[in-house]
């Protein structure tokens, strides 16, 4: 079946840093891959995502890039700002299985001053 | 209100007692889900409807039983729950168009706690 593996945290930086959450999956066919982020006290919001291999999604300074050859789908940003801690989840949707998604444990975030 | 609403937020409940959580889109959506969040454990969905139609059971224990009225609301109704069922439940919805994806759009989640 279907997995996502993430990087366990908690991941803590200093403003500024540079962010990599590693994202590794296992999935038949050629899925999507998404990226969700989880604020405190809200639910999950859509991050960014990318459908085919080489696409790279970004938003909000935050980039991915659907790497078909080592099935990762990392999440990069680089330079983090104390408002991006969070929970970030890797997530995938197989192709042509609707709105299915299979997610990752999460990763959770922190940006110090 | 706008997007996704969860009531209550928050719920701590014995074993023996019923209990429902409730939640309401406001997106004009055709689908929706309820999914459970436990610490250091991948998101699992737990539901799915379609057009008020279940399409989706994830080998779910019995005593957590969905009810979807329409396609606005949803909600989860809990008896004799146990200690391990403890968690955040998450509901989310989205415009279903058959095969392709679409992004799900999620509430704040109920903090379930089963004493």
């Known amino acids: 079946g279907n997995s996502v593996t993430q990087m366990e945290g908690p991941v803590t930086l200093s403003e500024e840093a540079f962010l990599t959450i590693n994202c590794t999956y296992t999935?038949?066919?050629?899925?999507?891959l998404f990226w969700y982020v989880q604020y405190p006290g809200e639910g999950l919001q859509l991050l960014l995502k990318?459908?085919?291999?080489?696409d790279k999604g970004s938003n909000k300074g935050f980039e991915a890039t659907y790497r078909k050859e080592t099935t990762s789908f990392h999440l990069e940003k680089g330079s983090v700002q104390v408002s991006d801690s969070a929970v970030y989840f890797c997530a995938l949707s197989e192709a042509g299985g609707g709105n299915k998604l299979t997610f990752g444990t999460g990763t959770q975030l922190k940006v110090e001053l | 209100e706008t997007g996704v609403t969860q009531t209550p937020r928050h719920l701590v409940m014995g074993m023996t007692n019923k209990k429902s959580l409730k939640c309401e889109q406001h997106l004009g959506h055709n689908a929706m889900y309820w999914y459970k969040q436990s610490a250091k454990k991948p998101l699992e969905l737990m539901f799915v409807?379609?057009?008020?139609?279940?399409?989706e059971n994830n080998s779910v224990p019995s005593r957590f039983s969905p009810e979807c009225p329409n396609s606005s609301h949803l909600f989860l109704h809990l008896h004799t729950l146990q200690p391990e069922d403890s968690a955040l439940y998450l509901c989310?919805?989205?415009?279903?168009?058959?095969?392709?994806?679409?992004?799900?759009?999620f509430g704040p989640g109920t903090r379930l706690t089963v004493l």
């Open positions: 989310a919805s989205s415009q279903e168009t058959g095969g392709a994806y679409n992004e799900q759009f």
């Open positions: 409807y379609n057009f008020k139609e279940q399409t």
């Open positions: 990318a459908t085919k291999a080489d």
């Open positions: 999935a038949t066919g050629y899925p999507s």
